[in-house]
């Protein structure tokens, strides 16, 4: 028999911070929570990615939903269940063998989010314990009115409300919320449903509404029908890793995340902490042109819409990011708490009201891969042109570029809008403004060849900065200057020898052991001033596939791949002598370009 009671051990203040490797992520498109070896969920906003956290443990607020062994004398493990983003924690202790499914369950909606959680007795008994104390606001609110209807614990707070089901005879916790503990039978089950959603939304009349059984089987066909079979690919079991990432974080307005946290520091007391649960347009084009590479998938279909939205309403004056729903991002500001350790506390992002031609690039590369399969609708169509206007209009005009550093003549930024416009002319050589296209992206290669063109034929990063950049071989990767007309062979000839001397000038000045860097900190070697950047690597292992060396390039691929914890989750950057994880989590783009080069290396360079 399956036992539940209250709990008299379980304490609040469970959550102490891990190293970033160890917390597992659990997505469901409208918002992501973080989970800890503990069985502790240290992160989720609710109800939507934007929204202030409820569980903010990961950045030292309060509010924790912890479930756990009794038993502290265990060890931890883990794994997802294969292309999806169910986890199965796994605890063996001096008794048996307890593990923990869960996931945010599927199909979901903006307003309303349901966490499931299993306890299973693998070997001998499970006795575990719980505590669930949400608190909104980044832990300034606590749930008030709590009270048990029937079998459901319900509350309301912050502009929440919640219902707790499997805990009927759970008690008050000393500090606020409720504990128990469960004693499973070995070889038996017992789940633990959560919902919260916001105050206005609607009763649901879902008939699943807190059936464990037939919540869990929605949830496992939905991952079933949303991460495609990627067996052909090098690293199948990565790449669908990949795919269910992406998805989970992919909201149904079709725009992506950058990653489900804020404020996780790139280098410890160095300032940087930002706030990436938002939409980027660069990003949202990574993950289309990666998913287009490998095929036509509704998260191509979701890109193309969202991006297209935004073209239409914004043009000229589009933004760098968006709320996942195309809504503005609030300015960047402080919250009162400690901060992860090394980081800090902030929310919004001030980087929305930049000018970043690149992100026009990135577009139209999305709309010519779109175009490929055949997904350029009416609209998209019509964003085509309105985007092209607005590369015509401005790509002369210095711009904060790829990673945001300030206002200049950025090299890579010219270099990816002529692969966008280069590649549009290719996908649609029937279009009226096809030889317009290709004529405009070879004005801005001929004066960003005058401009940016170091003495040995190398790229220089920007006009007046002749270091190396890291991102000037994505537009190499991506295959700017392949497949040029003849007319067009000699310009053609020198950018991709221009491009071959920059990838062997990152190599010796950027990479280390195999990791790439962006680029040299000024007065700080390589590693002293943040992380190699995963993304980097990926570009490399695709740059070096394009001329033809194979096996140098599935080296650098294969490297990138170990820069992760066993959950399989990458963040932006990864501290090389420490062998840790740097920046917010999971970061969608390195996902998104592991993929893109898991496809490329498998076809001819």
């Known amino acids: 028999m399956i036992e539940v009671s209250p709990s008299s051990s379980l304490s609040v203040g469970l959550s102490r911070p891990w190293v970033l490797r160890d917390y597992a992520f659990l997505g469901d498109g409208e918002r992501g929570a973080l989970v800890g070896p503990r069985g502790e969920v240290v992160w989720l906003c609710a109800p939507r990615w934007d929204s202030d956290a409820v569980f903010s443990g990961l950045i030292g607020g309060a509010g924790e939903y912890v479930v756990r062994p009794e038993d502290d004398w ?53 006795r575990v314990e719980f505590l669930l104390d949400p608190r909104p606001g980044f832990g300034r609110e606590a749930m008030t009115d709590v009270r048990r209807e029937g079998d459901v614990w319900c509350a309301s707070g912050g502009g929440l409300r919640l219902r707790f089901v499997g805990a009927a005879n759970a008690g008050p916790a000393p500090g606020g919320g409720l504990r128990g503990r469960l004693s499973v039978p070995r070889g038996e089950a017992h789940d633990l449903v959560l919902e919260i959603r916001a105050g206005n939304a609607t009763d649901s009349t879902d008939r699943a509404g807190f059936d464990p059984a037939l919540l869990w089987r929605r949830t496992e066909q939905h991952w079933r029908e949303a991460v495609p079979d990627c067996h052909e690919l090098s ?36 300032g940087r902490n930002y706030d990436y649960r938002y939409a980027w347009l660069r990003d949202q084009a990574y993950a289309g042109i990666a998913v287009a590479a490998h095929g036509r998938h509704p998260l191509l279909e979701g890109a193309v819409r969202f991006v297209t939205e935004r073209v239409l309403e914004d043009g000229e004056r589009l933004r760098p990011l968006y709320t996942v729903s195309g809504g503005p991002v609030p300015e960047q500001s402080s919250l009162p708490l400690p901060g992860y ?32 399969h055949d997904c350029l609708d009416r609209d ?15 790509w002369q005009r210095p711009d904060a570029g790829l990673w945001e550093l300030g206002t200049r003549w950025w090299t890579h930024s010219r270099l990816s809008a ?6 549009l002319a290719e996908q649609l050589p029937g279009h009226p403004s096809a030889r317009r296209w290709t004529r405009l992206s070879e004005a801005v290669l001929r004066e960003t060849r005058r401009r940016c063109l170091r003495p040995d034929g190398a790229w220089a990063r920007a006009e007046d900065d002749e270091r190396p950049d890291a991102a000037l071989l994505i537009p190499y990767a991506r295959g700017l200057s392949a497949g040029a007309r003849a007319d067009e062979g000699t310009s053609a000839a020198g950018t991709n020898q221009a491009f071959r001397r920059t990838r062997r000038l990152v190599e010796e000045e950027l990479a280390v052991d195999g990791f790439v860097y962006r680029f040299r900190h000024d007065g700080c070697a390589l590693g002293e001033a943040e992380g190699a950047f995963l993304l980097c690597g990926f570009v490399m292992a695709m740059a070096t596939h394009r001329e033809g060396d194979a096996v140098a390039a599935y080296r650098w691929f294969e490297r990138g791949r170990t820069a992760y914890g066993p959950p399989g989750l990458f963040s932006e950057e990864y501290d090389i002598g420490q062998r840790q994880l740097r920046g917010n989590l999971p970061q969608a783009f390195v996902h998104a370009a592991l993929l893109e080069a898991a496809v490329r290396l498998d076809r001819p360079g």
């Open 341 to 372: 350790p090394g980081g800090s506390d902030r929310v919004g992002n001030q980087a929305a009201e930049q000018f970043q031609l690149d992100s026009f690039g990135e577009v139209l590369q999305l709309y010519a891969a779109a175009a490929r």
């Open 74 to 126: 265990h060890v931890w493990g883990g794994y997802y269940e294969d292309g999806t983003l169910i986890r199965v924690n796994r605890w063996v202790t001096a008794g048996g063998i307890i593990e923990c499914r869960e996931a945010l369950a599927m199909p979901s909606t903006p307003d309303r989010l349901v966490l499931l959680r299993r306890v299973r007795a693998v070997r001998g008994d499970a």
């Open 235 to 270: 690293a199948p079991s990565d790449t669908r890793h990949a795919y269910a990432v992406l998805t989970g974080l992919t909201s149904s307005y079709g725009g992506m995340v950058a990653a489900a946290t804020t404020s996780l520091p790139e280098r410890a007391n160095a």
């Open 418 to 423: 002529a692969t966008g416009l280069r590649a």
């Open 380 to 394: 998209a169509r019509r964003a085509v042109d309105v985007a092209v206007e607005a590369v015509e209009n401005n």
